[in-house]
Each structure stands twice: as C-alpha cells, then as structure tokens.
C-alpha cells in the first residue's frame, strides 16, 4: 500500500492528465477533437490552448527578419516598460524589447533571423527610466562585451557579423544592473541559418519540415513588482513560461504526420530547464550554435541557464489527426502560481508546457465512451460512505447512446466482469451516481483505493477507463523525531520538548493539532509551526516551575499529533530524566604531592588526576559535563581551572580527568600542608561536593614574622563629597612561609591587635602568602579633614605585622537627612503602602539593631512597596537599606526593588532575579537623556545586604550602586539633567512575574540629600 501510494501521488495526476491528451489524439478523428480528456481523478482540465495573435505561433518561422541591404542586415530594438498578463488574469510588470517605436514590449523579444556569412546591425534605443542598457550576444565571437551601455533617451549600435549557423540568445549586458534586467524580460532569440534551405546547419542530417522557437523563461511576481529592492538570492518563480506564455495560453506546434520538426531551444531564464517530450523521441543535433558530431536520441533534455538546445522530432507517418504530444519541463513544476480551480481540488495544470499538434494524420478506430470519475468526499476516514460521480461521454467517440457501464477497485478485470453501474436512460451523455456505505469501507485498510470507471455504447463499444484515486485515511500523525533540551535536568532550567507530527505516509492530510501528556497525566497541548502542511514541527516549554515539583528519576512524556480528519495517531513517548545529585567527591592524586621550594622548583607542573562519578539516586545518573579544581579554597561553582577527560570527550557516567597544574599555582603558596579540591559537573546541571587531595610544600625554614603591608591606597583622596572610599593594600608573608589569614583596620589610635575592623581578601578567600586587601569604608558620617587610616595584617601562626598608615582628606560631607527608619513604629513614616506590605520581628536584619523590619509578600505579580514623596524634588540624593531576598523565586525576570519616580517617570533603579545556578543577581540602572542605562549583573548569597545608591540631576550626572559597603560600579556623564526626584518606591514595585513567590525583607532605610558631587579623583 505505500509504494503504491508513492507511485499514485508522484504519477497519477501528470501522467494520466497527458497521457489522457496523447491517447484520445491516437483514438478520436482529429476534426472532431476541440478539448483534451480530463483526468477526473485529479479534477485537472487539460484544454488545446487557443491561437495566440501576438507571440510565435507559426510553426514555419520566416526565412529571415529586420532589413538587408547589400550583405548587412540592420535590426532595431526598443528597450521598454510593460506588462505580461499570466493564466486567471494575472497581470506583472515587466522589461522587455520591441521592434517598432509605437509597439508594446514583448516577452521574449523580437525574434532575429540572419543568414551566415552576413553583418548584423543592431539598432539599440532605450527608453526605460533610470536604466543604462547593453546587449550581450553569447556564442558571438567577433563582438567586444560592451561595459558601458546606452543610458535613457540615448540609441547605440552594434555591428558584427554571423558566421556559424545555429540558436543563439541575445539579453541585456554587463552594465551594472544587467543581470536584474535579464529577470525582468530583456532578453530574446536569434536565429543564423545556413545556406542550405530547411536544415538547421550545413550537415543534411540536420533537415526539417517544420520549426519551433521555444524560449523558456520564469517569473517571481515579487521580483518584478519591486525589481531594485528585491533580495535576488530570495528568487522563487512562480510562473514557468515557454514564449512568454504558460499553460494554457502557449502555442501549440501544429504540424503533419510524418513530420519532422526543429525545436530551438532557449533557456533565458535563471533556472534549468529539463525538457521532455511525451510519446516521441528527441534527437539533440546542437547546444549553443554548436553541431554535434554524433547526435543522441533522449526522452528529455536538461537546458541550462543561458544555453540553447536543438532537437528533430520525428512524427510517426501513422500518427493519427489531432494528437497532441506534451513538450514541458520534467521537474514536474507543471502549474501557475499555486492556482486550484477551487480550495478542495488539486493543483490545476500550467506552467512550461505546450503541445505538438497533428493536424493530419491517419483515421481513429471506432471506440467507446471516455469516462470522466470523481470520488466525495475525498479524502475522508470511512465513517460515512462515499459518493463515485461519473460522466459517460461519446460525443467525440461514435456519438452513441452509452447503454451500460461497470467499474472495479484496485485493479481492472475483463469487461463485463466489473460491478455495474445503473444507466439513469440511454444518451450520448450520461451523468451517474454509486454510493459505497461506509460498511463496505470498514473492511478496506487505510490507503489509496482507485476506482476505474468505463462505458459500453450501443455499438457495444467499451469506452477509456477513468479513475479516481480516494484517500481513505484511517490513521492519524506518527509523532516522530521527538527531543527534549536539556535531555537531562535539575528543574533549575526550562525544557524545550520538540516532535515532529507526520502524516505523509498514513493519508497525507495536514497536521492540525499534538498534545503532550507527562507521567501519564492529563494531555496539554503542543505549539504548531502551522497546520496546513502533513509534516508539521510541533514543540512547548516544559517550565521549571512545574519540573521542580516532580521526584527524581524517569518521567515518560507521551506527544500525539492529530490530522484535518479528526484522526489521532500512535503516541511517541520519549523520557525526560530529571537528577538532582549531583557527582560523587572524587579522590584525586597529585604527582609529585612534596614539593621542595627551599631551592630552585623541582618540576615545571603536577599532575592532576581523578575519576569523578555521577551519583545514582533514585534509579538515574547523568553523563559528565564538566570538571574542576582549586589550589587552596573553593570558590562558586564554576569558577575553578578545567579538568580535562582522558578521552577526550565529557559523554560517560564516569570519567577519568586530569590537568597537568603550572607550577606557578604553587611556587607562591606558604609552607606547610595545602589542599587541591575537585568537583564534577553532571549534564543535568548538578555540581558535586568536593574531593580533596593534599600536597606539602616545604620551605626549609620556621615563620616567626607576620605579613608586611607595603602601602595603603585610598580612591577618593581627598573625598570630594564622596559617599565611601575603597581601601586596597597589598600584604605579604616574609619569605612566603605562612599564609596570610587575617587583616584589619582602624581610624586614629590604635585599638589594640584583633581589635581593629576587619578587611576582606580581593579574591574572597584568606589563602595565600600574598594577598590583596580591600575594604568599602563608609565616610558619610566622618567630619571634614584629615583622618589617619591604618592597615596590619596576621599569618597563620598568629603573627601580626606592622601597622602601616595613610592620612585620608574628607571634603564636602554635607548632607541633609530626608527620612531615616527603621521600622520599630510601623509604616507610619511613609506616605502610601501598596499591596501586602507590613512590619514583623522576622524581618528584622542584625546590622540595623532594631527588631522589627519591613517585609513585602511577592504573589501573583502584584506590587508591594512603600512610598515617599518628595514633594519639593530632589536634585542630588543619596539611599542606603538592607534587603534579604529570603528565598524567593522572582521567576523568569528580574524585578524592582529600588525605584526613584520624576512623576510618573522612573529614573533610577535597582532590580534583582534568581540566578540560574542558585542564589540572586543584582543591578542597577539610570535613565540616561530618556534612555535606561544598566550596571553590570552582581552575584548575592541568599542573606541580608546592604544596598545603597548614589544619583544626582546634571547633564553629566552620576549613578553609584553600592553592595555590603562596596561601590561595585559607578555610571558617569550620563544625562540625568532634564529629571527631578519626586517620588520614591521601596519594595517589589514593578516587572513581577506572575509565578514569582516568596517574602522579601527590608530595613534600615535611610534616604538624603547632598548639598554637592564631586567625580572621584586620586590625588598621589
């Protein structure tokens, strides 16, 4: 049934369409034939096109064109715009040439007939707007290419002469624009004869009785409707032309039985062509103006772009009168823009075909009626039966009364032996009916049943079979090519779920709609990239937020397409593996794992190696995806050195990894006992805990000295009305022997060792001998003038060393204090509460020293904050709190928590989301001249920070966004002048999903105004 099917759907409606035109024009007397058969199982009518008054429609081209005097033959081209009318009244804009000043353009072209041995001399005037045209003459070898052309209103002339005899083309030329005006119709045919009469070269092989000029071209409305912006390499014809014509409207080749005819060939179009003739044979005597030595006998012929083709075709003596032979393009693009005669029939024929016409020839026998079949509904599941719709005709076959018909189902018996049809009453021209119940289709499967349908006359003449192919569809979409993105996950990310619905093998009927069903449960329906196609993607968004209720291990995910019937196909079923553990520790080595650095380093690098395993919970594990490792302390996730695995590729459940580690990670570590830590990443996205391995380094000596601070620098200095300043000060163990472990810092005298407020390493961790230390040291509280800031450091056994000091300049701390809470008396301070906001002990956060704090419940996207106004607007403010996400889910998009408002206008702002990997992120943005300019993202731990923001109202404005007291970026020069501050929103306030959940917390608000802003500067 389905290499039947292929057959049908691939031949039925091409072959038994023409063949239908080539049989009845064996069959019937050539006088009576006036329209081809019709192939009633594709509703296509094939019709003898009727004579065309302005393209080529003789058979016998004229000997010769254009005029001669003495031996040069002068023709004249006019370049022009026009229009083409195409089948169902389509009209297209078009370039073409005429022959006569007042004449329309034509497509193709004027056709130019010289003898050889002649000069040809070609008047060229152009009057297109806007174009500057050349003519190209390919297989011309005597004419230089012409690079400039003749510009609008201008006239050029070529002269040349013909030597070879042959086909030739002639188009628009290589100026720039000469390729869109091949596409748009400036082209033609140029015919050199010999000086043999009735052959088409010097060689008498090459003789005929008739000739044809079949220049071949095709049309992209879209192109011609805009030829200067259309995007060329988007060129998709949808019209195929033989002279200029599609079917129906080409001309016919009349000719006689026993014929010989001359196809010239001309492929003007841009794509290949290849030409068939159905039910004779062609005989290829040259391409391109050039003789073949041997010609060769083909069915079809492929034409390129540009090429030209001659061929003899040899008409049987017996062929009898008014056959048609097909000539068209056996690509099968054989229709007109799509067209159907209604929205529930096939493609009506068109396109690059005509046929060759026997006007005489021998008598047909005697034959019986032509039947004519339809089947309904088509195509259709069964259920409720189906209609045969049959025309006995033998008005062209006898013109007798049809007395009886019969027809079969799959395969034609004898005559007589079909089932009969009833005769509603004897006539030339009967019209019938036969219903097959649904009961009978039950028992058929589902494919492609063919009914053939013949009459009897009263000359007890059995007629042509007809036949009509039905779909009875009785199976629904196989969901097929089904995949899930990620395939393995921790529900930490979406999944992409894609199939593909596909019905072209079980009734080809369009895909209209898939569902999808997880774990068995209720089907949710698939997105359709459309739904007038039988091969359809389909896909959906498996969201995070319902994955993360679902347990470890394997999910199967059922997907069903179904058709326009209503039939529903097998489910595919694919499974989605949801792993939440993440790999097993590993135990790593280290080769060599002593290293002696009391001299020279023994070794350029050591060797890293491990087998890290992903970890099996709940019947699942998950390939590798990635390893890696730290000397010292472990940083976030991802932030370590790779590890490669052995085999060079991370697909297996456990891997072999290794990294050869520079010496260069050890040379600096202090002596004593180090470890290197090891982590797996699995594809499900789930980090492992850490393996650990050590390794000695051995110094050769004993630390009694702590580290040394060399210098402090302090940015600002002198502040300049600046907020905070950035503390950095590099330290050092002496000689390397212990790490540093801790360092602090003081204002004035000195507290005593440990007593000091402590600094922070520059890359998080107190691990190195060497370290840089840091610190965002709040000013906005000190007094004007010099204050000396002093820095020390300890190692690991205790030692503390020297104090080193630098004098800080604080300048233009003036500010005025514009509201400042805590939250210990309610919300009573603030000028509106939107939404679910209060005050309650558990959001209370240490830093502040109150025990009450604000908290803000986010819930279906609905705001919850607090307002103040600031009725008078403010030009330079300053805002510092505390914010504890306190696990909520913000969902796919980050929202508000910060919002400044010049009335209904936001101006600045912080926002915060969930980060992919755990924990948050956090920014901060400006409107910059109307233009929303944003900090870089900044990673948060699941905790209370404090948050703080610096912004002020100037054509060269600034914006600061501080985090736990260091200013983590400062935007500058942005133009904030045009905005005043009216209003500010604290809380969830704006861009909420509406899936996000949970309790943020707040407290110690405390907002400003500055009397002035400086730009940082370092003063040395």
Known sequence: MKERTRTLHALHGLVLGLAAVVVLGVLLSGAQITAASRASSSGLNLVAPPADATGIRVTNLPQTTCTLVGS??????????????????????????????????????????????????????????????????????????DLVGVATGAVVTYTFPVTNPGTYLYEAGLTYNGARQVAMGLFGGMIVRPAALGQAYEDPATAYDDEMLLVLSEIDPRFNSDPYGFVMTEYSPRYWLINGKAYPDAAEIDTAAGNTILLRYINAGLDTHWMGLMGLRQRIIATDGQAKALPRQVVAETIASGQTVDALVSVPLSAVGATRYAVYDTNMMLHNGGYRPAPSEPLAFGGMMTFIHTITGTAPFEAGPVARVQVAPNPTTGSSGVTLQVQLDDRLTGGLDIIAAEYFTDSIGPAGTGFPLTIPAAAPVVSLTEFIPAATLAAWPSGYPIFYVRGLDANSNWGFVGSAVLNLDKLGPSSIRMSLQPEWTNTTRDVTLRATGDDHETGNNNVVSGTYSLDGGLPQVLT??????????????????MLAGLPEGLHPISVSAQDSLGNWGVPGVITLTIDRTGPEAPIGTLSPNILDLS?????????????????????????????????????????GFSLFPKDGLFD???????????????????????????????????????????????????????PIVSFINLVPNPTGGAASVTL??????????????????????????????????????????????????????????????????????????????????????????????????????????VGPVSTSPEAAIAPDGGVMGMQAVVSNGEPAYLSSLLPSGETRFLASFYWDPNGTDTGSQAHDILVGLNGGTPVFGIQAESAALGGYRLRGWVLDNGIATYTGWFDLT??????????????????????DNVKVEELTGVNTGAYVLHEILLGPSGNLDPIASGIEYFDGWRAARTVQMYLPTVRR
Not at 662 to 681: C, K, S, T, W
């Open 942 to 963: 699941d905790q209370a920070h404090a948050l703080a923001i610096l912004w002020n109202a100037s054509p060269k404005g600034l914006f600061s966004l501080t985090i």
């Open 528 to 545: 359709l990239g459309r739904t007038d196609v039988p091969i359809v993607g389909m896909q959906t968004t498996l969201l995070r937020t």
């Open 599 to 639: 001299g020279a380093p023994p070794v350029t690098h050591i060797r890293l190696a491990a087998v890290i395993t992903d970890g099996l919970s709940a019947g699942v594990r998950t390939p590798l995806a990635n390893a890696e490792a730290f000397v010292g302390a472990a940083g976030p996730n991802g932030t």
């Open 728 to 833: 950095t000060a590099p330290a050092a163990d002496p000689g390397r022997l212990s790490n540093v472990a801790a360092a602090e810092w003081f204002v004035g005298a000195d507290p005593g060792l440990g007593q000091g407020l402590p600094l922070d390493a520059a890359d998080g961790a107190f691990d190195s001998p060497a370290e840089l230390l840091t610190k965002v040291i709040d000013v906005t509280g000190w007094r004007n003038g010099q204050h000396q800031v002093s820095v020390r450091a300890r190692d690991l056994l205790a030692n503390w060393g020297p104090v080193a000091s630098i004098r800080l300049a604080v300048e233009g701390n003036n500010e005025t204090l514009i509201l400042a809470d805590s939250f210990e008396a309610g919300l009573a301070e603030w000028s509106a509460v």
């Open 72 to 145: 040069t033959r002068t023709c004249e081209l006019w370049a022009k715009a026009g229009t083409i009318t195409l089948p169902q009244a389509v009209t297209v804009p078009i370039w073409g040439f005429a022959d006569d000043a007042a004449g329309p353009a034509q497509l193709p072209g004027p056709v130019l007939i010289a003898n050889a041995g002649e000069t040809l001399e070609l008047v060229l005037h152009n009057e297109l707007v806007s174009e500057t045209i050349a003519l190209a003459f390919p297989g011309q070898t005597d004419l230089l290419p």
């Open 652 to 706: 297996e459940i456990s891997e072999q990894v290794y990294f050869d580690v520079p010496i260069a990670n050890f040379i600096f570590l202090a002596q004593g006992i180090h470890e290197v830590m090891i982590r797996g990443l699995d594809a499900a996205g789930n980090w492992g805990a850490l393996g650990t391995t050590t390794i000695v380094i051995d110094r050769g000596t004993t630390d009694t000295e702590g």
